[in-house]
């Protein structure tokens, strides 16, 4: 895909196909996965049985350009709570702290109410399950 600069950005993959693209990158040059990709008749095993249906441009681009993990929507909640709850700084108190407070404080309040575990953000200052 290309943004509105018309640079090419990197691909969004599954964390599955992420996985097994950093398995095969180990042994494997992006070439070889390519070729394999493209002549395979019977698909990948269950080790890489994430690729198979990966349309070939993402395959490429995913090698070439790089890749980004898919985020899933516990994760995605996650990281709006943490980015809202990184604004707020109880320490030195302006306006828009109560509304990055409120929001990120309603969002995790909507989680518990669906029974939504969150994840931990790597880096998070409190975790995302944090009050």
Not at 100 to 110: E, L, N, P, W
Request: overall charge negative; charged content about 25%.
């Amino acid at each position: 895909m290309t943004n509105t600069s018309g640079k090419i950005e990197k691909v969004t993959v599954s964390r599955e196909v992420a996985e097994a693209l950093t398995v095969l990158l180990q042994d494997e040059i992006p070439e070889s996965i390519v070729e394999g990709h493209t002549y395979s008749l019977f698909g990948y095993n269950d080790r890489f049985s994430a690729l198979n249906g990966l349309p070939l441009d993402t395959l490429i681009r995913a090698l070439y350009l790089g890749y980004e993990i898919q985020l899933t929507p516990e994760e995605e909640l996650a990281e709006f709570i943490e980015e809202h709850h990184s604004k707020h700084d109880p320490m030195f108190r302006k306006p828009s702290d109560d509304y990055h407070y409120g929001v990120s404080r309603g969002a995790r309040k909507a989680a518990e109410i669906l029974g939504v575990e969150l994840p931990k953000l790597p880096g998070s200052s409190e975790g995302a399950d944090a009050n």
